[in-house]
């Protein structure tokens, strides 16, 4: 009820009413494109960079505002537009504007011909008032691996100390980070383009944005692809943090399978549990350096977080080197240096729009107590960092709930991956459920966060539906593509429809 009654506050501070934008809501600020810099660079030559003030909070409308960085590619083949298709950032902390500037690869040459390609730094990121912190208060952060109770109480501490530093260091828009107000600086970015509708690609951290965007503005989404899904009804604590690593274990395990059916990894004929086992138990005596600074020890935590980013795309054979040359590393010698001056933050809208309390230090021991029998490869999973990163913190603006939308035009895309390490197959199917006809899941039975630049297959049934929205059928999936084989070198896609969703 309190996310209802927030959203209803929205809708009369925007002039939102059940059918649509009112007038003098719909009216507002043009975006004016320049160039985007350098603009003598081969790679950002094309793209085209704005600014548009919107409100530092959207509930008081008329009150400060800041700037947010917008940036766009028109359509390449402009007699073939269809629209404008607006790319949610993932993280949190990707940059949009970046993204448009120099990661065009990101889209398929077919999406690059029809739309006007848009996106944004979220607020709080990049060029749209960063979050800026003390870089030594930063470097400070407890281990989320808390061995006490005087260790829960410091955490609550620490946490409220940053907070305070990163208020006054970012100023105002610190305290409204949270994805409810991202909605609207989208909505506002929607009408200073001057398009009714548009299609969205949100991956990530940026399904959140998309599937409360299509929750606030339904008349508004022509189409919309949820790629690499979060599930925003995640709740409590416990039930965050579990699924989190089962999907993190569930990808590990995939690589142990991999790794001993393959010749040529560099772990082959190893236990591979055991030696990572034996790193952790080494790492928390600070005897393994860091592959990055190899004269510094990683901690236990960090070192568990490196290992889960290399099954993003996924990496197993720079993962399986990692770990070998890691199990024979000497100790380190040195320690961080300590740094100083401000660094960026983007992980500060955690706290915002998830509320993952924890009551007391035996409470957080039991987690931790737990994840280590039932995900033990992955029993720190990085997810973890938003739990105790919070600890202490108020209650979020703009806590999990069930998503509620109707009305959309077209069906919701939601791709989600079977082998997923970040944002499990199960959020996926749980997001599926919430949505209802309002969406189709299409399964990539493969591995890593994200398919549309893995699996062609993926990358045609998303790219048929954002343009033609041709919508696959329930059930359908896509073929695993092995790791390492680059898309283009498969043959041609071919979509099933045999997968219950």
Known sequence: ????????????????????????????????????????????????????????????????????????????????????????????????????????SRFSADLQDRFDIVSFDPRGVGRSNPVRCSAELLAKQPSPIIGSAADFTATISDNRRLATDCREHTGPVYDHLDTWQTVHDLEAVRRALGESTISFHGSSYGTVLGGQYAETYPGRVRAMVLEGISDHSAAPARTFVDQQAEAAQDSFSEFVKWCDATDTCALHGRDIHALWSGLLARADRGEVPDPQHPTVPITPFNLSFRVFKLLYDPEWVAL?????????????????????????????????????????????????????????????PGQLTAVSMCLGQPPADNPQHVLDVHGLKTPILLAGTLHDPATGYNWAKSVARQLAENGVLVTYEGWGHGSYTTSPCMQSTIDDYLVGRDVPKRGSSCPAVPPGRLIGQIGTPVISSTRSS
Do not use: H
Request: with cysteine; aromatic share 6%; hydrophobic share 40%.
């Open 320 to 380: 399986a080197d990692t770990l070998k040359q890691l199990d024979t590393s000497a100790p380190p010698t040195g320690k961080s240096p300590t740094p100083t001056g401000l660094a960026s933050y983007p992980l500060a809208v955690f706290c915002q729009d998830w509320n993952l309390p924890v009551r007391s230090y035996r409470e957080y021991a039991a987690q931790l107590a737990r994840l280590a029998r039932n995900t033990p490869d992955m029993r720190y």
């Open 1 to 104: 009820m309190k996310f209802i009654r927030r959203a209803l506050v929205g809708a009369v501070v925007l002039g939102v009413t059940a059918a649509g934008l009112s007038t003098a809501a719909a009216a507002g600020p043009r975006l004016r494109w320049t160039d985007c810099q350098p603009a003598d660079s081969a790679e950002v030559k094309g793209s085209q960079c704005a600014t548009l003030q919107v409100p530092v909070d959207w509930r008081n409308p008329s009150g400060p505002t800041f700037g947010l960085a917008v940036a766009r590619r028109q359509a390449a083949v402009p007699g073939e537009r269809v629209g404008v298709l607006v790319f949610g950032p993932g993280g949190p902390g990707d940059s949009g504007v970046d993204r448009i500037r120099t990661g065009m």
